[in-house]
């Protein structure tokens, strides 16, 4: 089904199009039609499976339908950083041909001068300041979106968000996005929805690969398994596959987790098969929270309590990439992808007919150099030889007159010989440092035989016992 059939405005519906988004995903198809009817939505869904953009997408589609009006919609992240990354994100989706104004950050407190319908997006805290100060500037919000409910929550930031619902003067559309829901997260949608609330968790399954939660995670090929360590404990306590290409690549990883003290180890098809059934074993005990892979998830690992499936190398061929979609549905499949990657993330998403959702982590550094390139390189030493080849060198040996300089020389040109008739040669005489000899004013005494002493008769030779 089409975006167009859903009820989205056709401008912007040509827009995703153009993006990559050429069918709606299951998603998509069922939050759509409450949210665009007005419904306070409660929705709880792994991120990556579409849930928050489609809850964008209907902002943008009431920004298009209503052009006119001086409509406000609030997008309320964890932290500044997410706000940063979800305005980046809004704004690669309008482009320059939807007319939406998008606030972020600090202009988020103040009004356009154009009445015209807006974006603001911004963290709980500074809405809250936001909402308490006094004057005509003060953002009256349409429609009331929240990102990640459960990580603010996880964060200290209940008392903000139940604050929030008291001090709003009018009832909004409130739509809560979540990971799970909680008690706290029940409560909150309490304070700040009106009934009836439509409730939705979706359990993704095979069959639509497309409604599976999946993200990428652009990183430089030298801090994969550093940004893997990070990704670990920031889902913990979170039972993970990672898929590698190579046995060497999987061992290599797994070392690098334990070091990190994480409890890792790799499933490797040079192992032994007594070695395969105890990690198997260790790993369906919980014993083992990360599993490095080669090549594919076997057939006889068992994986219903995988909560998350990392490919550490994007597989070589898409078709690879949906049979893990199908083997492990329930889980959350996160794609560590270079720049040398990224057209196999490009025919993944033709597949699926969605965007992946692209994320990054606030206190990584993505730029931070690799180590082993310059340990190989060793630049101090190349500084060392360069220096040395800076030096002038030393003047070589004179060559004695008398002597050819060709003889001895390996640098020298060779020339063949003239050849001359036997009949007419005749040999030159040697030089006359070759037949010098020694001269000396004491007469030498001449050498004894064998190595410079007299040998001696033994005693107790075979002549005194024949006697």
């Known amino acids: 089904m089409s975006f ?9 519906s040509a827009r995703l199009g153009k993006l990559g988004y050429t069918r709606a995903a299951p998603t998509h198809a069922q939050l759509l039609p409450p949210i665009l009817d007005g ?9 990556g499976a579409g849930c928050f953009e489609t809850a964008l997408f209907v902002l943008l589609h009431r920004c298009l339908h209503s052009p006119e009006t001086d409509a406000a919609y609030v997008i309320l992240t964890c932290s500044e950083s997410h706000a940063e990354h979800t305005a980046k994100r809004t704004k ?7 007319p939406i104004s998008i606030i972020s950050e600090s202009t988020a407190t103040t009004r356009p001068e ?10 709980a805290e500074k809405f809250l300041a936001q909402l308490r100060e006094s004057g005509t500037s003060a953002i009256t919000p349409t429609a009331l979106l929240f990102a990640d409910t459960d990580e603010m929550i996880a964060r200290g930031k209940r008392t903000t968000l139940l604050e929030i619902g008291e001090l709003l003067t009018t009832k909004p559309q409130v739509l809560i996005c979540t990971g799970r829901e909680t008690r706290s997260v029940a409560r909150v949608s ?17 069959a639509h690969p497309e409604g599976i939660p999946q993200q990428a995670w652009p990183v430089p090929n030298h801090l994969k398994t550093s940004l893997l360590l990070k990704l670990q404990r920031r889902y913990h306590p979170a039972i993970m596959l990672v898929i590698a290409a190579e046995d060497h690549t999987a061992a290599r990883v797994a070392r690098r987790m334990r070091a990190g003290k994480t409890s890792a180890a790799a499933l490797l098809n040079s192992d032994s098969q007594k070695q395969q059934n105890s990690l198997r074993a260790r790993f369906e005990a919980a014993e083992i929270k990360l599993l490095l892979l080669s090549g594919g998830i076997p057939a006889n690992l068992p994986v219903a309590e995988v909560t998350h499936v990392v490919n550490y190398n994007m597989p070589s061929e898409s078709k690879d990439y949906f049979k893990t979609l199908r083997r492990v549905p329930h ?8 720049p040398r990657e990224e057209e196999r993330v490009l025919e993944i998403e033709d597949g699926l007919g969605r965007l992946l959702l692209r994320d990054a982590l606030p206190d990584f550094d993505y730029i931070q150099p690799d180590r082993e390139r310059e340990r190989a390189s060793h630049p101090e030493k190349k500084a060392q030889r360069s220096v040395a080849r800076a ?7 004179e060559w004695h007159p008398d002597i050819p300089r060709s003889w001895g020389d390996r640098n020298a040109p060779r020339k063949d010989p003239e050849k001359i008739p036997l009949a007419e040669w005749s040999p030159e005489p040697l030089p006359a440092i070759w037949s010098e000899q020694k001269t000396s004013s004491s007469p030498t005494a001449p050498k004894p035989f064998g190595r410079g002493r007299p040998r001696r008769r033994r005693r107790g030779g075979s002549r005194n016992k024949k006697r």
């Open 4 to 12: 167009s059939e859903l009820g989205l405005h056709p401008t912007l």
């Open 190 to 206: 309490q304070a700040l929805q009106r009934e009836p609330v439509v409730r939705h968790t979706f359990k993704p399954d095979g």
């Open 331 to 338: 889980a959350v499949h996160l794609n560590l992808v270079t």
């Open 391 to 397: 030096k002038p060198r030393a003047k070589k040996t």
């Open 39 to 47: 419904a306070d939505v409660l929705v709880s869904c792994a991120s």
């Open 114 to 123: 154009k009445a015209a319908p807006f974006i603001a997006i911004n963290t």
């Open 92 to 98: 690669a989706l309008t482009g320059d041909e939807l």
